[in-house]
Nanobody, 125 residues
Framework: QAQLVEAGGGLVQPGDSLRLSCTASGLTFSSYSMGWFRQAPGKEREFVGAITWSGNTKYYADSVKGRFTISRDNAKNTVYLQMYSLKPEDTAVYYC??????????????????WGQGTQVTVSL
């Protein structure tokens, strides 16, 4: 049974940085494209960023472009989301998802086969 476990969330101040991780088990990680989504209270889940299974291509939502960086370490079965210059509007539960291979449409949540349980990120003074 595949499992994704996010970690690294917390309470930070505006302008701070935070790195989220998502560790996979029960699947061939190197064959999966990985995505990060987030959901704020009262809002729908939205795309944040994704990295293809090969690691060659990365996608970002406009709202985080230039501030967030996604990367993967296949040796550790882990995908990371490095977040800089955090803003209060980045406050949300962050989820990682996995889709086998996949090279397009990674901003669409329903494409993903597996999801983690989420980790809370709160940006506040």
């Amino acid at each position: 049974q595949a499992q994704l476990v996010e970690a690294g969330g917390g309470l930070v101040q505006p302008g701070d940085s935070l790195r989220l991780s998502c560790t996979a088990s029960g699947l061939t990680f190197s064959s999966y494209s990985m995505g990060w989504f987030r959901q704020a209270p009262g809002k729908e889940r939205e795309f944040v960023g994704a990295i293809t299974w090969s690691g060659n291509t990365k996608y970002y939502a406009d709202s985080v472009k230039g501030r967030f960086t996604i990367s993967r370490d296949n040796a550790k079965n882990t995908v990371y989301l490095q977040m800089y210059s955090l803003k209060p509007e980045d406050t949300a539960v962050y989820y990682c998802g996995a889709v086998p291979f996949g090279g397009s449409g990674l901003d669409v949540g329903r494409k993903y086969q597996y999801w983690g349980q989420g980790t809370q990120v709160t940006v506040s003074l």
